[in-house]
């Protein structure tokens, strides 16, 4: 059974920095693709950033380029985004989700909060 | 970036009839679009991918088809359980993006 379990979330003043980690397992890590998906309170889904199963290849959304990079550990099963330069507007709850080859995700976490307030 | 736009914002339907939801993609993703389901206080599910193949598990009353930039999912005999919010993705090209989701409602 795939699992993916979230954590590292929590309240951060503006400027701050939180690293985010996704522990999975039921699945081959390293073969697969993984995202962050993030979803504002009361909002919609908004993709934020993916890695290739080998994590030679890396993407962003323009509204986290500079400021977020997302990095594995294929020998520990574990996904990171490290945040940074933390806005309000990048309050949400963060979501793991492992991809395949398409890049869709078949498997999602539960997510972590971030609150990011003064 | 390509930018999904979902129709309506808000579906009200009865239990035991179907649904139609659209997406509409601003340039052509080929038939890179998935369709996922939320429920309140949980994760999205995958619903569908490459346009019309169904995610493991999924139900046959959800279905979907389109292509070039007009996509659909469609329900058939609404259950309770079907009652959430749908948001389609595009993968054809970066960055990913997500539709702003529609709201199906109990009539």
């Known amino acids: 059974e795939v699992q993916l379990v979230e954590s590292g979330g929590g309240l951060v003043q503006p400027g701050g920095s939180l690293r985010l980690s996704c522990a999975a397992s039921g699945f081959t890590f390293s073969r697969y693709a993984m995202s962050w998906v993030r979803q504002a309170p009361g909002k919609g889904l908004e993709w934020v950033s993916a890695i290739s199963g080998s994590g030679g290849s890396t993407f962003y959304a323009d509204s986290v380029k500079g400021r977020f990079t997302i990095s594995r550990d294929n020998s520990k099963n574990t996904l990171f985004l490290q945040t940074n330069s933390l806005r309000a507007g990048d309050t949400a709850v963060y979501y793991c989700?492992?991809?395949?080859?398409?890049?869709?995700?078949?498997?999602w976490g539960q997510g972590t909060l971030v609150t990011v307030s003064s | 970036e390509t930018v999904m736009t979902q129709s309506p914002v808000t579906l009200s339907v009865s239990p035991g009839e179907g649904a139609t939801l659209s997406c509409r993609a601003s340039q052509s993703i080929s038939s890179s679009l998935a369709w996922y389901q939320q429920k309140p206080g949980q994760a999205p599910r995958l619903l569908i991918y490459g346009t019309s193949t169904r995610a493991t598990g999924i139900t046959a009353r959800f279905s979907g088809s389109g292509s070039g930039t007009e996509f659909t999912l469609t329900i058939s005999s609404l259950q309770s359980e079907d009652f959430a919010v749908y948001y389609c993705?595009?993968?054809?090209?970066?960055?990913?993006?997500f539709g702003q989701g529609t709201r199906l409602e109990i009539k």
């Open positions: 989700a492992k991809d395949n080859s398409a890049w869709y995700s078949d498997y």
């Open positions: 993705q595009q993968y054809d090209n970066w960055p990913i993006t």
